[in-house]
Each structure stands twice: as structure tokens, then as C-alpha cells.
């Protein structure tokens, strides 16, 4: 890993409560976004770009949308939305009025001020991260890099990358940091479906490489958010970031090994004594297990990490067994529905096993590492063809190559099936209705909990109940 450089090192960090004035072309980037006149650029318009982008519009900023799908590029040209959590209007009205703009290049990237980086940041088979959307994205901005223009990383990594991989790149136009340019790192926050918290009132953290660095990341953050706090480096941010969603990823494999620990020893409905354990009012935060876990953070970012402690010889042994506990999750619900199918006079190639909610967590559109599509994945390649699946949310699905569109959830669908797999409990679901009409419900959520008539619960299997069959003791 490249060190930081000796310029950014030397820099100074004066502390933000009394900092001396900004000069040059710090100075100069910190009139324009007071002013409102520094030209915005997004560069990935996903589910954290794209609502950043706009939330800069709608303030008044000509923010321009950079992303090399054509799709996505066609629909925002057409005012058309497709994050689920951005109002359509907003995008037709940015779109219209002309403060948001989107484009499939480059070509105008020296004409932008402040420039987020916003790109997926997936791992590769081996579990290794694959940050080429992060470098191929530098590289592409280094061709227009000018003086007095804020890049801010916003793509989830592990530490050093800002300072590691991303500046060595920008100053190798001979620009130097915090005096020609300026580099920052400000993880996203965003979660999906969230009614509560969105990208203008959840609090985030910046570290720039120098104290000029941060101080203009927040004040360009702060032009939308309501609260920004400055840490002392980007590796600061990096390694916050890893710890949000690590802790959640530990946390919820102790449950998770939990529910299967209950399953086997018979009698102990997990979710009972968690809910028992939530009533203690310090000292303790509610997980609940699941089929597995999915989206882009949690599932990713233990590895990330341990990929890069065995470059200093060190295992995060703790961490990776929780991420792995986490992935086994969908190899478990597999095996309860072959329990339920040796249950039934059906052999497994011909039962109809239909998947009820395939996004990963419940009222989004998201399916990106989706449970639900893992398991779907194992079945068909364990043999169980006939697979469909249902939700108001997600109308098509593309698993192993295989095209599949949403059924309706109606009688006959749920009647049809052998098998009826609850992997992701959409508020809009009507659950009796379902185990009235299913034959054998697998609830991997325990969506099933309200009901309490014995000729429904005979029919649910619940993951971590410490019941085969029942959902209550």
C-alpha cells in the first residue's frame, strides 16, 4: 500500500473550532459553495448517488449526474425516477428546472467543483475487493483534475484506500493535495425503505487528507445535511464505516447461530428470548435472525477487512467467522424445506416451492445479495425445478440465468404450492390469509407471530423456534 505523501503529511490540521482562513484556491471553492455557485458532480447514480445528486439540485447547485449505464441515463434525461427512495416529482422537477443534468462521460469533469464518487464496491469469488469502479473512476476524473476542484469518496472500502490508492492517482498529474486539490472521505449512510432517516437528515462523518481538505467536505456536506462531523483522516471514515455495519454483521450471526442452536435443542423459541432480552432497558440492543443477510454493506464489509488485515499479518478471525455464519444462513433454510418436503408424499424435482418476498429486506426493491435468490440458487441447483415467487415490489428476477416474473398472491397461487417460503415479511403481506391458504409455510422471519389459531400454526415451519413444525411451543 502506497504511503501517504510527505506534502499531505506536512500539512496542517488545525483543529476546526478556531481554524485560521482558507487561502488560494481553498479559499476560493469556499465562496463558491456559500455562494451556491459551485458546480455539483455525481459520479454513480445508485442508490447513494442518485438521491445525493438530487438532494444538491433541489438546493440549488447545478449538479451534474455522471454513470456509464444507458438505462439509467435515458430514464433521469426523461425525468424518470427509479430509486424507490426519491420522490418522483423531485427528479421530473430537477430535471426540468435544469439544476440536474445526466450524462453517460467525462467530457465536462474539469468544469465541476466538488465531485462525489459514489460506485459500487463489490468483492470478487474469492472474497477479495474489487475497487476497479473506484480507480477506473479516478482515472477518468485525472484527465480533467484542475486546481481548486473537491473529490469526495463516498464508495465503501477499507482504510488507506483514500490516501492509498486514490491520491496517488490524482497526484500524478503533479497536482498536490490540500494545495491544488482537495480529498475527502464520507462514507454513505443510506438505507433503504427507511420512512425515518434519508440522505438530508441522517448525520454522516468526513476526513480529508489535510485540515483544508475536511474543512471545505464539510462545508460542502453541510450544504444539504443537517449534521456533518469532521474526523481526523479519511482513515478514520474508512474504518467508521467497516464498523457500523461489521457490528451489525456480528451481532446478528450470534442470533443466527442462536436459532439454529435452538432448533436443535428443541423447546427455546429464539425470538421469544430475544424479545425477552430487549425488555432490559440498557446495556443490550435487539438483533433477530433470519434467512441470511443482503444489500451491499453488511455482506461485504467484514471481508473487506479481513482482506486487508492479512497484509499485516493479521486474522480477524471473530469477524470473518460472523460473516460466514451470516452466508451459511440460506444453506440452512435449504435444508428445512427438504425436512418439509420428506414430510410430504412429493419427491423434491417435483414440488412447487414458491419464494414470498425476494428483495432483501422488507418494502424495498432491492435484491442485491438478496437471501431470498440465494436460496433460490441452491434449490435449483440441489434439484427443485419449480420454483416462483411473489412480491409487490420486485416484478421481475433474473437467478441463474433462469427469468422469472411475480406471480400474484392470491388463493390459487398459495394453494397450488407445496411450499411456501416467507424470505423477506413486506408490511403489505397478509399472513393469515397466506397460512390459510398455503399448505406448508417456511416463516424465515417470524412474520407469522401475530397468529394464533392451531390449525394455522400446524401448517409453519418457523427458523428457530425449536420446533420442526408449529410455530409456538
Not at 487561502?23 to 445508485?46: D, P, W
Not at 457500523?244 to 447461530?257: K, M
Not at 406448508?440 to 412474520?447: E, G, K, L, P
Amino acid at each position: 500500500m502506497e504511503k501517504t505523501s510527505s506534502a499531505a503529511q506536512a500539512a496542517s490540521r488545525s483543529s476546526l473550532s478556531s481554524p485560521l482562513p482558507l487561502t488560494g484556491a481553498a479559499a476560493q471553492l469556499e465562496s463558491k459553495i456559500r455562494a451556491k455557485t459551485a458546480k455539483i458532480g455525481v459520479v454513480g447514480l445508485g442508490y447513494v448517488g442518485l438521491p445525493l445528486a438530487i438532494e444538491f439540485a433541489r438546493k440549488g447547485f447545478e449538479t451534474v449526474g455522471i454513470d456509464l449505464d444507458p438505462n439509467k441515463i435515458d430514464a433521469l434525461q426523461r425525468g424518470d425516477n427509479y430509486i424507490q427512495d426519491i420522490r418522483d416529482e423531485h427528479v421530473r422537477e430537477c430535471v426540468t428546472n435544469g439544476t440536474f443534468r445526466a450524462q453517460r462521460h467525462y467530457e465536462n469533469a474539469s468544469e465541476l467543483d466538488v465531485i462525489y464518487i459514489c460506485v459500487p464496491t463489490p468483492f470478487t469469488t474469492n472474497k477479495d475487493p474489487d475497487i476497479t469502479y473506484i480507480t477506473g473512476s479516478a482515472d477518468s476524473l485525472v484527465k480533467g483534475l484542475r486546481a481548486g476542484q473537491l473529490i469526495i469518496l463516498k464508495s465503501t472500502t477499507f482504510p488507506n484506500t483514500t490516501e492509498g490508492v486514490v491520491m496517488p492517482i490524482l497526484e500524478g498529474t503533479g497536482k498536490k493535495v490540500g494545495v491544488d486539490f482537495f480529498l475527502a472521505f464520507s462514507p454513505e449512510r443510506i438505507d433503504p425503505g427507511n420512512q425515518k432517516f434519508n440522505t438530508a437528515n441522517t448525520p454522516i462523518v468526513v476526513g480529508g487528507v489535510t485540515d483544508a481538505c475536511t474543512r471545505l467536505a464539510v462545508l460542502a456536506n453541510e450544504q444539504i445535511i443537517s449534521q456533518v462531523i469532521a474526523v481526523r483522516s479519511p482513515k478514520v471514515a474508512e474504518m467508521e464505516k467497516l464498523l457500523e455495519n461489521i457490528f451489525r454483521s456480528v451481532n446478528i450471526a450470534l442470533v443466527n447461530e442462536l436459532a439454529r442452536f435452538c432448533d436443535r435443542m428443541g423447546g427455546i423459541n429464539m425470538w421469544e428470548v430475544v424479545d425477552a432480552a430487549a425488555t432490559k432497558p440498557f446495556g443490550y440492543m435487539p438483533f433477530y435472525p433470519g434467512p441470511g443477510i443482503g444489500g451491499h454493506c453488511i455482506l461485504i464489509d467484514p471481508f473487506y477487512l479481513s482482506w486487508q488485515a492479512r497484509a499485516y499479518d493479521f486474522e480477524t478471525n471473530f469477524i470473518t467467522l460472523a460473516a460466514e455464519t451470516n452466508e451459511s444462513m440460506p444453506f440452512y433454510v435449504k435444508d428445512l424445506v427438504f425436512k418439509a418436503v420428506a414430510d410430504l408424499p412429493i419427491r423434491l424435482r417435483d414440488a412447487k416451492i414458491l419464494m414470498l418476498g425476494v428483495a432483501f429486506k422488507r418494502d424495498v426493491d432491492d435484491t442485491r445479495h438478496s437471501p431470498a435468490v440465494r436460496v433460490m440458487e441452491l434449490l435449483m441447483e440441489d434439484g427443485a425445478p419449480h420454483l416462483s415467487y411473489c412480491d409487490p415490489f420486485v416484478p421481475q428476477l433474473q437467478v441463474k440465468d433462469r427469468n422469472f416474473t411475480a406471480r400474484p398472491l392470491s388463493e390459487k397461487t398459495l394453494q397450488e404450492s407445496d411450499i411456501v417460503i416467507i424470505t423477506t415479511d413486506h408490511t403489505q403481506y397478509d399472513y393469515e390469509f397466506i397460512v390459510r391458504n398455503a399448505n406448508v409455510v417456511i416463516d424465515t422471519r417470524n412474520a407469522t407471530k401475530h397468529l394464533t389459531d392451531p390449525s394455522l400454526l400446524e401448517k409453519i415451519v418457523l427458523l428457530g423456534s425449536g420446533k420442526m413444525h408449529g410455530n409456538r411451543a
